[in-house]
C-alpha cells in the first residue's frame, strides 16, 4: 500500500508553487547583486575623506580653480582684469575687445558671460567647500589635528569666496549645504547678513586651524590667512576695534616682514606674503604676467592716465611697478609688479591673494578711525617709506584716511578689485567714478545677477537696480 | 468507524484516481517497452521526389527520426501510432500506422508556410500564425543573397519599421539602426538591444573616435565583427507585446541573432566561395580646369585683388594651367576587392547534431595604397538530446577576429573633391611623393595617417533543457561573451613636406585598447497545460547579467626615429586622455502566460521586473509588462462561409511597457573625479555631479494595432500595422541654479517623445507552377516622430536644438531668398528684422531630417535551375546636401559643375552667389550664412537597386551526391536620385560613399 502513497506525478501547480517560492528568495536575498563597485578613475565622496591625501587633491582643486577661472584669478576672466577695468585702474586699447569693453564702459549686461562665470564658479567652488566640511564632519579617520585643519581651509575658502560674491553682486544666498534640492530654491540675503556668516566661518576656521603649524611655502591658506581675511572684513564692516586687533595681531606674532625692496615683494620666496597661489607645474609664473604685461604694441589694455597721475613724485612704485613700451611716439603703460610673462626653469612668481602690506594699511585706517593718529602714522610711514616717499606727519583724521586711501589706491593696484571694492566700501564710487566714466550710473555698485540665475530660480528675484 | 471508513473513502478515492490515470500510463508505458516494432519508409514531395530531412514522430511519444537523403527512414512504433512528418516549407502530414511495416508518404508543398514559420521571440518561439507581437524575420537566405560583411546591412529594405543607414562605403564602417523611430532626445541611446543565441551583446563601441578617425561615427562598432554567414535568422522585435519581457532594456526594440545550428541527417559538407569586385556609387560633377580657372580669375577680379598673389599657384601660372586629372577618380576611384571563402561540415542523428563552420572574408577599399582588412569567424555548435528525450543540452560557440587596415580616408575623399583640377602630380619620377616645391599639400600624405585595428569577438552560448514533468521543463540559458580591441593611428612626420624639416619629434600616434566581457545565467521553468479546448503556454524566469568593460587610451608624442613610431615606449611624452573601467550588472525576473483558445483567441502577457546598477538606489527595481490580444477571425466558421478567399484573418493588438537603460554607468552617484587642474604638481579632485538618488531608465509606453491577411490560400499576404509609442522621463540634463553648485542635474524630465508610424507589408505568390514560381513582397513605412512635450525647453541646453511639436531630427536654418542681382550676394529673411541676419533669431526655418516613408520591393523568381531574386530599396527623405560642407566659392577648391550658374554681373539672376576668393568680407559672410540656411538641406530621396542576385543549379545533390550551384550577385547596383552630393544615404562628402559590388561565386555541397 505504502508505495502508493506517492502518486507518480504531483500536481505541476504545486512544484510550480515550490519553484516560484525559491526563486522568490533567490531574489529577494540578491538585491545586493545588483550594487557594483566604482571604478579606477572615479572615487565616492566618503572614500575621499577617509585619507589626507585625497582630501588634500579637493583642496587643491580648489586653489587651482581660484588661480584659473575664479575671481581671484590673474587672467581676463577675474577681478583683478575686468574691475580694474570697470573701476579706474585699467584702460582698454584693443577695440575688438568687445566683451571687456562692456566692464570698460560700465556697461554690463545681465547676461555677460563673466557676470555667468563670477557667479557659477563661485558657488560650483562654495559647493566643493560644502562637501568638505560635510565630509569631514563624519567620524573618518583622518587624524584630529590633520582634520581641523583641513576643515579650517574649507570654512576660510567658503567665506573667501562669499566675500567676493557679496561684493560683486551685493546680497547673495549664503549656502552652507549640498542639499541641491534646498539650493535650488535659495533667496538672496541681506549684505549685513552674509557678512555676519563670513565672520562666523572665518572665526571658525581661525580656531581650526592650528597656529603652531604653519605652510612655511605660503600656498595653502592657514591661522594667519583667517586673521587676514577677518581684518579685512571687519574693515569693510567698519567694525574698526575688531580690524585693528586682527591686523595688528598678524604684523606683531605673524613672523612675515616687509621687503625693503620693491622689486622682492612679488616673488615666490617674498617674506611678506600671506597666502599665495602655487603653479600647476614646476616653472610656471603667473597670469597675470601674461595678461598685463605687454612685449610689443600695441597693448590689449594698459594703466589708466588716472592712476598713472595719481602717483606722488618719487614714487617708486611708479617706475617699479609700472612698466612701459613705446610704439612710436606713443608711450603705453602696464602693471609691472609680476615681472615674468611666460615659464621659467623654476617657478619666480605666483599670484598673491594676501600680502601684509594691506595689512600694515588696515591697521593705519583703524587706528585713523579710532582717532590713533600717531598709531595709524606708525603703520602707514613704513609702506611710504619703502616706496621711496617721505614719513608723513600728524595731520587731522579726514586728512589722514584721504591719505590712506590714496596709499592703498597705489599700493594695492590691480590686485583683486582692491580699488574698486574700496571705493564701494568707502560710498566714493559714485562721486569718482561718475567724474570720470561717461556711463557711470549710480546702480553700477552692483554687478546684475546672471539673467539666467532669475530664471531658473525666480526667488533670487529681484535683480539689482539699474538692470 | 469512523476513521476507518475515512481511509477506505481516501484508498477508495485513491484508487478511482489511479483507475483513471491508468489507461494513460499504461499506453504510454505499455508502448514505450514492449509492442515495439520497426517501421521503414519514404518520404518524396509532390514531383515524387525524395526530401531528406524531414522530422518524423511518433504522436504523443518522445521517439524520432529524420529521413536519409534518399527520403527513407526507419522508426521504432507500435501498430496503432501515428507518424507525424514535417519539414519547413510543407505542410504537416499525419499517418497512423494501422500496423504496416512500410509507409510511403506523400508531402505537400506550403504555399507560404505561415503556419510552418516560428518566430524567435527570444525566451519562448511563436509560430507567425499565433503570433500577438510584431516581430519580423530575416532569414539567412536573403542575407546570404547579399554580398555584404555586416549583417545589419542585410536588413535594409527588408524589414518594416527598421530605419538602417549605412555611414560610409568603408570596410568596417557603422550602420545607424533605428527600429520605430527615436525615443530618447539624447542622440545616444537609441541603440535595440542586440541578443545572439540568448546573449545580451553589447554594440557600444570600445573605440577611440581619436585613433578611428578614418571612420564615421563613435568608433568602430562591435557588430561589424559578425559574420552575416553563420547566421541562421535575424528576428525584429518591435512592439509591447514583443518587448516588454526584455523590460528596461527593450524600448528601443529588440534584434534576435540566432546561429545556424547542425541539422540531423547525413554529414553535409559545403563550401561557398565568391569573389567581387567593388566602386563607389558615385562621384560629384565637377569643373574641369578652363572652367575651374575662370572662376577663380573672375573670384580675383570680384574682390578688387590685383595682381593675383604670389602663393595662388593655381592660377598664377605656377601650376600648368593645361593639366587636367579626376581627383575623385585618383583618390577614391579604384576598385576595391572582396574575397570570400566560407566552409562548413554539419550533421547527427536525432538525438545529435552538430555544425562547424568557418569563414574568410578579405577587402580591399577604393583608396589608392594597400589597404586590406579582413575578417575570420568560426562557428561550432553541437546538441544532444538523451534518448529518453528529457534532458537536452545545447553549445554554441562564435569566435571572430576583424582586422581592419585604412588610411586617413575622409580626408582623401575630401581632397579628392576639392583640389583644384590642374594641381600637380602625385609622384616624382623616383616614385617619391611630390611636394612641387611646397606649393601643395600631395594628397596622398593621407596614406601615412593610417589607422589599424584588430577586434576579436567570442560568444558563448549554453542551453540546457529538463523535462521535471510531461508538461513542466526547467531550462537555462548560459552565456558568455568577450569583445576584445586594440586600435592604433599613426601619424608620422613624414606626411608634412619635408621642406618644412618637421622631424620624428613631431610625430605621434594614438593607442586605444579595450575589452569587455558579459556573462549571463537565465533559470526557466517552462509549463505547457492544457484545458479542454483552451491551452496555457506559461514561463518564469530569472536573469543575472554582469558586464564590465575597461579602455586604455593614449596619445605617445615625439620619437627619435619614425621608425619606432608604433613603440609606446620609444615615444618622448605619453599622456592619457582616457582611463575607463566599468562595470554593470543586472538582474531580473521576467514571466510570460499565453491563453490560445482553439487558436482563435489569444491572449499574451509578459512582464518583467529589473534591477540594474544604472539606477539610482531609490530607483533600483522597476517593474514592465505588456499585454497582447490577437483574434483568428478566419477561424470563425461565418468567415468561412463567408469569405471563402479569406484563407486567414487576424486582428491583434498589444499595449505595454519598456524602458531605455542605455543612460550609462554610476551616472547617479556624486563621485569625485581627477581634474585636469594641477596645483603644486599634482592633480586636483573635484566633485564629479550631484547625487541623484532617483536617476533611473527612460519610459516607453507602446502601443500597436494590425491586421493580417492571407488571401487565395495565403498567395496573397498582408499586413499593416499602426503604431504609437510614446517615451517619457527622458534623460536630460535639467537645467539647475548655479546655487546648488552645478549649472545642471543628469536625471529624470517629463519630456515626452511621440513615435507613431504604419508599416504595410504585400507579399504575393504571382506565379506558381512545376517549373516557375515569381513571388514579390513589398514593405512600406511611413514613420512620425514628434516631440510632445518638454519642460522649460527655453531654459535648458536644447532650447535651439528642438521645438515642441516637430521631430527631433529637426534643424533651426536661416531662409535663403537668393542672390540679389544687384550686389551678387547671398539674401537670407530677417526674421526679427534688426537689419541683421543672426543666430539665434533669424534661423526660423525648421527642416525635418527624418525619412518620410521608406521600404523596399524584393522580387523572387525560379525557373528550373535559375534562380532570381532583385530587391529595391527606397526612401523618400530630406538630407544634407554637397552646400553644409562645401567650399567658398571661388577659394583655391574645385566645385560642382552646377556651381557655373553663378552671379557675374549687375542684373544676373542665378542661384549662386559672386565667387569670392575670400578676401571680400561681404560674400564671406554670405558663405558662412549659406551654410547654416535652408539650401544644405535638400531632397534626398531615393530608389536603390539594393540586392540582384542570380543563381544557377549545375547539379542537384539529392541526385548525384555532389551539388554545386554558381551564382552572381550585385549589391547597390543603380540608384536613382536628385540627391546633389555624393551619396544620399550616408549624405557626406567626407567619406566614401556607398560601395556598387559585383560578385561571382560557387556553392558546392557534399
New interface residues.
Given amino acids: 500500500?505504502k508505495k502508493?502513497k506517492q502518486?507518480?506525478?504531483?500536481n505541476?501547480l504545486i512544484?510550480?508553487y515550490k519553484?516560484?517560492s525559491v526563486?522568490l528568495m533567490?531574489?529577494v536575498s540578491?538585491?545586493s547583486?545588483?550594487?557594483?563597485?566604482?571604478?579606477?578613475?572615479?572615487?565616492?565622496?566618503e572614500a575621499?575623506f577617509e585619507e589626507s591625501g585625497?582630501v588634500q587633491?579637493?583642496l587643491?582643486?580648489?586653489?587651482?580653480?581660484l588661480?584659473?577661472n575664479a575671481f581671484t584669478s590673474g587672467k581676463s576672466l577675474g577681478v583683478s582684469y575686468l574691475m580694474g577695468h570697470y573701476a579706474d585702474e585699467l584702460h582698454l586699447v584693443n577695440p575688438n575687445l568687445n566683451n571687456i569693453l562692456y566692464y570698460e564702459e560700465n556697461n554690463v549686461l545681465p547676461t555677460d558671460d563673466f557676470v555667468?562665470g563670477f557667479?557659477?564658479k563661485?558657488?560650483?567652488l562654495?559647493?566643493?567647500t560644502?562637501?568638505i566640511i560635510e565630509g569631514l564632519t563624519v567620524d573618518s579617520g583622518i587624524p584630529e589635528v590633520e582634520r581641523n585643519n583641513y576643515l579650517g581651509e574649507a570654512y576660510f575658502l567658503r567665506a573667501y569666496l562669499h566675500f567676493y560674491l557679496v561684493n560683486l553682486f551685493g546680497p547673495v544666498?549664503y549656502?552652507t549645504s549640498?542639499d541641491?534640492t534646498e539650493?535650488?530654491a535659495?533667496s538672496r540675503q541681506s549684505e549685513v547678513l552674509v557678512y555676519e556668516h563670513i565672520v562666523e566661518d572665518l572665526i571658525m576656521a581661525k580656531d581650526l586651524f592650528s597656529a603652531t603649524e604653519i605652510n612655511d611655502d605660503n600656498?595653502r591658506p592657514d591661522h594667519w590667512t583667517a586673521v587676514a581675511l577677518l581684518a579685512r572684513v571687519y574693515l569693510y564692516q567698519e567694525n574698526w576695534e575688531s580690524a585693528n586687533k586682527q591686523a595688528i595681531d598678524l604684523i606683531s606674532q605673524g613672523g612675515f616682514e616687509l621687503r625693503t625692496t620693491l622689486d622682492q615683494v612679488f616673488l615666490k620666496d617674498s617674506g611678506e606674503t600671506i597666502w599665495q597661489?602655487?603653479?600647476?607645474?614646476?616653472g610656471r609664473n603667473t597670469h597675470e604676467g601674461f595678461s598685463f604685461i605687454v612685449n610689443s604694441p600695441p597693448p590689449n589694455c594698459v594703466l589708466s592716465e588716472n592712476l598713472l597721475d595719481s602717483f606722488e613724485t618719487g614714487d617708486r612704485r611708479r617706475s617699479q611697478w609700472v612698466g612701459t613700451v613705446i610704439d612710436g611716439e606713443t608711450q603705453w603703460h602696464f602693471p609691472y609688479k609680476y615681472k615674468q610673462v611666460s615659464g621659467t626653469e623654476t617657478t619666480q612668481e605666483c599670484s598673491i591673494l594676501f600680502r601684509l602690506s594691506e595689512q600694515y594699511l588696515i591697521a593705519a585706517e583703524s587706528f585713523a578711525q579710532l582717532g590713533n593718529t600717531t598709531a595709524s602714522l606708525d603703520y602707514l610711514n613704513p609702506i611710504r617709506d619703502r616706496a621711496g616717499l617721505s614719513f608723513l606727519s600728524p595731520m587731522p583724521k579726514e586728512e589722514l584716511l584721504d591719505a590712506i586711501s590714496q596709499e592703498r589706491r597705489v599700493e594695492l593696484f590691480t590686485e583683486q578689485a582692491h580699488r574698486f571694492f574700496d571705493l564701494k566700501r568707502t560710498n566714493m564710487a559714485n562721486t569718482i567714478l561718475s567724474r570720470i566714466k561717461l556711463n557711470w550710473d549710480p546702480t553700477d555698485i552692483l554687478l546684475p545677477v546672471?539673467d539666467?540665475?532669475l530664471?531658473?530660480?525666480p526667488n533670487?528675484n529681484p535683480q539689482n537696480e539699474g538692470y | 468507524m469512523k476513521k476507518l471508513s475515512f481511509y477506505v473513502n481516501r484508498k477508495t478515492l485513491f484508487l478511482l484516481f489511479h483507475l483513471l490515470l491508468a489507461p494513460l500510463l499504461t499506453s504510454s508505458m505499455v508502448a514505450g517497452l514492449s509492442i515495439q516494432s520497426k517501421v521503414t519508409g519514404k518520404v518524396t514531395d509532390s514531383d515524387g521526389l525524395p526530401i531528406a530531412g524531414v522530422n518524423i514522430v511518433v504522436e504523443s511519444k518522445n521517439v524520432g527520426s529524420i529521413s536519409d537523403m534518399d527520403g527513407s527512414f526507419s522508426i521504432q512504433a507500435g501498430p496503432n501510432d501515428v507518424l507525424v512528418f514535417s519539414m519547413v516549407g510543407f505542410k504537416h502530414l499525419s499517418v497512423p500506422i494501422f500496423g504496416r511495416d512500410e509507409i510511403i508518404v506523400q508531402m505537400q508543398e506550403d504555399v507560404t508556410a505561415l503556419g510552418e514559420v516560428v518566430l524567435n521571440a527570444g525566451y519562448y518561439t511563436v509560430s507567425e500564425k499565433e503570433r500577438t507581437g510584431s516581430i519580423v524575420k530575416v532569414k539567412s537566405m536573403d542575407l546570404e543573397k547579399q554580398p555584404i560583411s555586416n549583417p545589419i546591412a542585410g536588413l535594409q529594405g527588408r524589414a518594416t519599421g527598421v530605419q538602417i543607414q549605412q555611414t560610409s562605403g568603408l570596410p568596417g564602417a557603422n550602420f545607424n539602426i533605428q527600429i520605430r523611430g527615436q525615443n530618447s532626445i539624447r542622440s545616444v541611446g537609441n541603440d535595440p538591444l542586440y541578443i545572439i543565441d540568448g546573449v545580451p551583446f553589447s554594440s557600444v563601441s570600445l573605440g577611440e573616435q581619436q585613433a578611428s578617425i578614418a571612420l564615421p561615427g563613435t568608433g568602430i562598432s562591435p557588430l561589424n565583427n559578425l559574420d552575416p554567414n553563420t547566421i541562421e535568422s535575424i528576428e525584429i522585435l518591435k512592439d509591447a507585446d514583443a518587448t516588454a519581457i526584455y523590460g528596461s532594456r527593450g524600448a528601443n526594440g529588440v534584434v534576435l541573432i540566432t546561429t545556424k545550428k547542425g541539422k540531423g541527417g547525413p554529414t553535409q559538407i559545403s563550401f561557398n566561395v565568391f569573389t567581387g569586385l567593388g566602386s563607389v556609387t558615385n562621384t560629384l560633377d565637377m569643373l574641369n580646369t578652363a572652367e575651374y580657372l575662370e572662376l577663380r580669375n573672375e573670384a580675383y577680379a570680384n574682390d578688387g585683388v590685383d595682381p593675383i598673389p604670389d602663393n595662388a599657384y593655381d592660377v598664377n601660372g605656377t601650376w600648368n594651367p593645361n593639366r587636367y586629372t579626376n581627383w575623385q577618380k585618383e583618390l577614391f576611384g579604384k576598385t576595391a576587392f572582396m574575397t570570400n571563402l566560407q566552409g562548413s561540415i554539419s550533421g547527427g542523428d536525432q538525438h545529435t547534431q552538430f555544425l562547424v563552420s568557418g569563414n574568410y572574408h578579405g577587402q580591399t577599399d577604393v583608396l589608392p595604397g594597400d589597404y586590406t582588412s579582413s575578417k575570420v569567424s568560426g562557428l561550432a555548435n553541437i546538441s544532444h538530446r538523451t534518448l529518453d528525450d528529457r534532458f537536452s543540452v545545447q553549445l554554441s560557440t562564435n569566435y571572430s577576429s576583424a582586422v581592419n587596415n585604412l588610411p586617413n580616408a575622409n580626408s582623401m575623399v575630401t581632397q579628392g573633391i576639392v583640389l583644384p583640377p590642374n594641381a600637380p602630380e602625385l609622384y616624382q619620377e623616383d616614385g617619391s611623393l611630390n611636394w612641387e616645391n611646397s606649393t601643395w599639400d600631395n594628397p596622398l600624405r593621407h596614406l601615412k595617417d593610417s589607422y589599424n585595428s584588430r577586434t576579436t569577438t567570442f560568444i558563448g552560448n549554453m542551453r540546457l533543457a529538463y523535462t521535471l514533468m510531461p508538461e513542466l521543463q526547467f531550462m537555462a540559458n548560459l552565456g558568455y561573451t568577450e569583445n576584445h580591441i586594440k586600435e592604433i593611428r599613426l601619424v608620422p612626420s613624414t606626411r608634412i613636406d619635408p621642406a618644412f624639416g618637421i622631424g620624428s619629434e613631431n610625430s605621434y600616434a594614438v593607442h586605444n585598447t579595450g575589452e569587455r566581457n558579459s556573462w549571463i545565467i537565465e533559470p526557466q521553468l517552462v509549463w505547457n497545460h492544457g484545458f479542454g479546448k483552451l491551452s496555457l503556454q506559461s514561463l518564469v524566469g530569472l536573469s543575472f547579467q554582469e558586464q564590465s568593460s575597461e579602455q586604455l587610451s593614449l596619445q605617445a608624442f615625439g620619437f627619435s626615429s619614425n621608425s619606432l613610431i608604433e613603440s609606446k615606449a620609444a615615444a618622448n611624452d605619453l599622456s592619457v586622455f582616457g582611463d575607463i573601467n566599468q562595470k554593470y550588472r543586472y538582474q531580473a525576473i521576467f514571466g510570460r502566460l499565453n491563453f490560445n483558445y482553439q487558436g482563435k483567441y489569444i491572449v499574451n502577457l509578459t512582464g518583467r521586473r529589473d534591477g540594474s546598477s544604472r539606477f539610482g538606489p531609490n530607483k533600483r527595481f522597476s517593474n514592465f509588462g505588456a499585454a497582447g490580444l490577437a483574434w483568428v477571425f478566419s477561424e470563425e466558421p461565418f468567415m468561412q462561409k463567408t469569405f471563402p478567399f479569406l484563407s486567414f484573418a487576424k486582428i491583434k493588438g498589444s499595449y505595454g511597457t519598456s524602458g531605455n537603460d542605455q543612460i550609462g554607468d554610476y551616472q547617479y552617484l556624486d563621485t569625485y573625479s581627477f581634474s585636469n587642474l594641477q596645483y603644486q604638481n599634482s592633480l586636483g579632485l573635484y566633485p564629479t555631479r550631484l547625487f541623484n538618488p532617483d536617476f533611473s531608465w527612460e519610459l516607453n509606453k507602446k502601443m500597436e494595432v494590425s491586421l493580417e491577411l492571407g488571401l487565395f490560400k495565403d498567395r496573397i499576404r498582408f499586413i499593416g500595422n499602426y503604431y504609437r509609442s510614446r517615451s517619457s522621463n527622458q534623460l536630460v540634463g535639467i537645467p539647475l541654479p548655479a546655487t546648488t553648485g552645478f549649472g545642471s542635474i543628469i536625471g529624470n524630465l517629463e519630456a515626452t517623445v511621440e513615435n507613431t508610424g504604419i508599416e504595410l507589408e504585400l507579399a504575393t505568390v504571382n506565379i506558381q507552377n512545376k517549373n516557375f514560381r515569381w513571388s514579390s513582397s513589398f514593405n512600406l513605412t511611413i514613420p512620425k516622430n514628434k516631440l510632445v512635450s518638454f519642460p522649460d525647453l527655453e531654459g535648458s541646453t536644447y532650447a535651439n536644438q528642438l521645438v515642441i511639436g516637430e521631430p527631433l531630427n529637426s534643424i533651426k536654418l536661416y531662409q535663403l531668398n537668393g542672390v540679389d542681382p544687384e550686389t551678387g550676394l547671398y539674401e537670407f529673411e530677417d526674421f526679427n528684422g534688426d537689419g541683421e541676419i543672426t543666430s539665434v533669431d533669424d534661423k526660423q526655418v525648421i527642416k525635418h531630417m527624418n525619412p518620410e516613408f521608406f521600404g523596399g520591393l524584393n522580387n523572387s523568381l525560379s525557373l528550373g535551375k535559375f534562380n532570381l531574386d532583385v530587391l529595391f530599396q527606397f526612401s523618400k527623405q530630406m538630407g544634407f546636401n554637397y552646400w553644409r560642407n562645401g567650399s567658398i566659392p571661388g577659394s583655391n577648391r574645385n566645385l560642382p559643375q552646377r556651381l557655373l550658374q553663378r552671379w557675374q554681373t549687375e542684373g544676373d539672376m542665378a542661384p549662386v552667389q559672386r565667387m569670392t576668393v575670400g578676401r571680400s568680407l561681404d560674400p564671406l559672410i554670405g558663405y558662412f550664412n549659406h551654410q547654416q540656411s535652408d539650401a544644405v538641406v535638400s531632397d534626398a530621396s531615393y530608389l536603390r537597386l539594393k540586392t540582384l542576385s542570380i543563381s544557377y543549379t549545375l547539379m542537384d545533390k539529392i541526385k548525384g551526391g555532389i551539388g554545386c550551384e554558381i551564382y552572381a550577385r550585385g549589391q547597390n547596383l543603380w540608384t536613382w536620385t536628385d540627391y546633389f552630393g555624393l551619396d544620399p544615404e550616408t549624405q557626406s562628402t567626407q567619406t566614401v560613399p556607398s560601395l556598387r559590388i559585383l560578385s561571382l561565386g560557387t556553392i558546392i555541397k557534399f
Fill in positions: 500500500m502508493y502518486p507518480i506525478y504531483r505541476p512544484g510550480i519553484v516560484l526563486i533567490i531574489t540578491c538585491e547583486f545588483v550594487e557594483v563597485d566604482l571604478p579606477q578613475d572615479q572615487i565616492t565622496g575621499v585625497t587633491a579637493s587643491q582643486h580648489i586653489y587651482a580653480e588661480r584659473d555667468l557667479w557659477s563661485g558657488y560650483n562654495i559647493y566643493a560644502n562637501s544666498p549656502i549640498t541641491y539650493n535650488q535659495v600656498f597661489l602655487g603653479p600647476g607645474l614646476e546672471p539666467s540665475e530664471s531658473i530660480n533670487l
